[in-house]
C-alpha cells in the first residue's frame, strides 16, 4: 500500500535551519507529484510548495520562495524540504502529501505523511 | 491566490442528523475542489474529489455537490465517527488553497 514515512520532531531555534524528510514506499515514485503542506497549532493548512520527482522541478508559494529548498533523492524514494530562516512563526506540523490525478484532471492528495512537528523557540 | 470560505467555522449535531458544510471560492474553479477529514493528532483524509465523486473506501452518506464558486459536503446521517473538522481544497491553480474548518462537534 501506498505510504509516506516522514522523518521525527525537530525543535529548532530562530535562524536556523531544519530538513525534514518524506519517504514514500508502495508505488512508482517517481510517477507522482508531492505537495508540503503545513498547519500551525490549532489552525488551518497553509500550502509550501510542490516537487515533481521525475525531474527534481519545483514550485514554491510565494511566502516561502527565498526560504524553502525542495529536494528528491530517486535511489530512496525520499523526497527533503528545508526551511531556512526559523521564526517562531514557521512552528508547524509539516505535511508531505502525494498528489494523485483522478482521471488525470482532477488531483488531490490521497495519501499523506504522518507529520512533522517543527518547534522554534529560544 | 484564491481564497476559499467555509462556513459555518463549527456545528453542534446529533448523531443521525443531516449536515451541511459550504464552501465558497473568490473567484470561479469549475469543479477543482475536494473535502477532507481531519481528526486531532492525525492526518487529514480525502473524502471527495472533482466536487462530487466519492474516494474510495468513503462511506456513501457522503455527498459533494457545487461547481464555479459554491460548494457543499453534506453528510445524510452523522455518525459518531464522523465528529472531526472538515477542509475543502481547490486545486484549480497554484497556490493551492484550503478553507480554513468546519468542526463538527456533538450537541
Known amino acids: 500500500q501506498v505510504q509516506l514515512v516522514q522523518s521525527g520532531a525537530e525543535l529548532k531555534k530562530p535562524g536556523a535551519s531544519v530538513k525534514v524528510s518524506c519517504k514514500a514506499s508502495g508505488y512508482t515514485f517517481t510517477n507522482y507529484y508531492i505537495h508540503w503542506v503545513r498547519q500551525a497549532p490549532g489552525q488551518g493548512f497553509e500550502w509550501v510548495g510542490i516537487?515533481?520527482?521525475?525531474?527534481?522541478?519545483?514550485n514554491y508559494a510565494q511566502n516561502f520562495q527565498d526560504r524553502v529548498t525542495m529536494t528528491r533523492d530517486t535511489s530512496t524514494s525520499t523526497v527533503y524540504m528545508e526551511v531556512s530562516s526559523l521564526e517562531s512563526d514557521d512552528t508547524a506540523v509539516y505535511y508531505c502529501?502525494?498528489?494523485?490525478?483522478?482521471?488525470?484532471?482532477?488531483?488531490?492528495?490521497?495519501?499523506w505523511g504522518q507529520g512533522t512537528l517543527v518547534t522554534v523557540s529560544s | 491566490a484564491i481564497q476559499m470560505t467555509q462556513s459555518p467555522s463549527s456545528l453542534s449535531a446529533s448523531v443521525g442528523d443531516r449536515v451541511t458544510l459550504t464552501c465558497r471560492a473568490s473567484q470561479g474553479i469549475r469543479n477543482d475542489l475536494g473535502w477532507y477529514q481531519q481528526k486531532p493528532g492525525q492526518a487529514p483524509k480525502l473524502l471527495i474529489y472533482a466536487a462530487s465523486s466519492l474516494q474510495s473506501g468513503v462511506p456513501s452518506r457522503f455527498s459533494g455537490s457545487g461547481s464555479g464558486t459554491d460548494f457543499t459536503l453534506t453528510i445524510s446521517s452523522l455518525q459518531p465517527e464522523d465528529f472531526a473538522t472538515y477542509y475543502c481544497l481547490q486545486d484549480d491553480s497554484y497556490p493551492w488553497t484550503f478553507g480554513q474548518g468546519t468542526k463538527v462537534e456533538i450537541k
Open positions: 516537487i515533481d520527482p521525475s525531474g527534481g522541478r519545483t
Open positions: 502529501a502525494r498528489r494523485f490525478c483522478f482521471g488525470g484532471t482532477a488531483c488531490q492528495y490521497d495519501s
